[in-house]
């Protein structure tokens, strides 16, 4: 019996008895403290037999050295807070990205008239003053040759008399130096988008165009045979990572999905939510979200000595202070080191003898994934779809960069980031943050078994908009 988050007691699955198929089960509750609290007997086991129902998830996530419960509860409780605030500072809010790119695998098919309406872009006098005149010298300097940049970041990454570290800042968005991405084309151009007013949710984009990009995806020849028992960590990890960012989209449109396009009415679907994550049959969606969670939260740790030492410059002192502070409580989180030591342990990949040519494979691949976004026919969708992937590439980076960066001079070498890849990255683990609380709270809701009441005919009672004029006000 759980009340709240405080675990009260707990008896074994057989002690059940009968009461299974529930695995939710309110129970009115009193407490001296408060009155009418309500507790939930849970299923803590896998009960054998129990059909579809909420995803309950035991034990150990997969390849990671922590339990489910201990991650739920850290993160609701020390984590998520601390990112929601820190996505809101000026530093965490801007993000630089160029919408406009062909889609490289299939003609236009009508869908880019939806490009100017999803996403607006920043007023120029909106972006950071630093960043502006940052950008300038970088514009001026050239566009982005490898050769450039090496020379480059010698200059930015110095130590100015606050002993803080300068970002290697770059014409382009893609990051600097990151295997993990394509590397800068000459026609490089990108705006910056405010994160706050372009919110990731449902926007209508769904059908056979949204599924030609998921199967572009997942058709990639490192995740054909995915399932089989003998395929190598590596390609595993690489899946885990994709999937993981699938289920996070899914449970953002779940959570907050238009419920009443004429009223303005945005809530949870729980019919949706419960045919993408909450049944058993796709279970495996929600392990590989918690999955990614924790992959991204170590790459966070492990740059935490850089993160700590970084300028959070936009030129709001007393802000820039703050979002330097939430970001030293994030990274030096007692609470976290608690519950999870070591979320991943990256120092077994790549150890085979193949290992150099199956990390070029997959990065290969990976930027194949990043081409895809491009013919991603809703703007809002693209926006998120190439942040979480530039997220993805800068936690694969900052876990393997002193072997990448070694490589070839047999010495490792100082991680560098880009500003882009340390908002991408941060913004990206605040999504997968929510999305494990989304999907905790909605269980919870399904579970509840009054919403069937709610929504008797189930997903059809919701109305289903996919108009265009629906992504026009979006
Ligand atoms: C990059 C990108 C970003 C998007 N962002 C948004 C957004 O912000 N808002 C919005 O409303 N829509 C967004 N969409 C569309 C959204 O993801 C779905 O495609 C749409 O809602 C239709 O969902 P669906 O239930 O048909 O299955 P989809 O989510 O389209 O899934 C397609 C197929 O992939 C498989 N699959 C599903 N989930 C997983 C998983 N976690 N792991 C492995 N396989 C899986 C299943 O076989 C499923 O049938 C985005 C699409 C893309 C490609």
Redesign the pocket.
Known sequence: VHCGSTLLQTWRWEELGNVQPLLWLPISFRQPQNENATAYLVQDEVAPDVGVGPCQLSGTVHDCSCEYAAVERVNKEAVLPLLRDLVRTPFFRYFKVNLYCDCPFWPDDGMCMLRDCGVCECEPDEVPAPWKVADTAANCEGTGSPSRLEAESEVDRSVDASTKVHLVNIHGWRGYNNPWMLEEETDSEYSYINLLANP????????EH??R???L??SQSCFTDITQPDVCTERKVF?RL??????S??A??AKEYLLDEAQDVWGPNLP?FR???GNTA?R??VE??YFAYLFVLRATLKAGPLLEEIAYDTGFPEEDARTAELVRQLVSSEAVKKACPVPFEEGRLWKGEDGPQLKRQLQAHFHNITR??DC?G?E???L??KL?LLGIATSLKVLFAAEDCGLGSGQPQQLQLERNEVIAMLNLLERLSASIEAVRELSLQLADGNWEQQHPQGLGAIQDFTHNSLYQSL
């Open positions: 990731e949710r449902y926007t209508g984009y769904k059908g949204a599924h990009v998921w199967n995806i997942y899946y994709i999937s993981g960012m699938h289920s989209i899914s953002h449109i949706l045919d993408r994550l796709v495996e969606r590989n979200l895809a976004m991603v809703c809002k969708c693209k998120w779809g979480q």
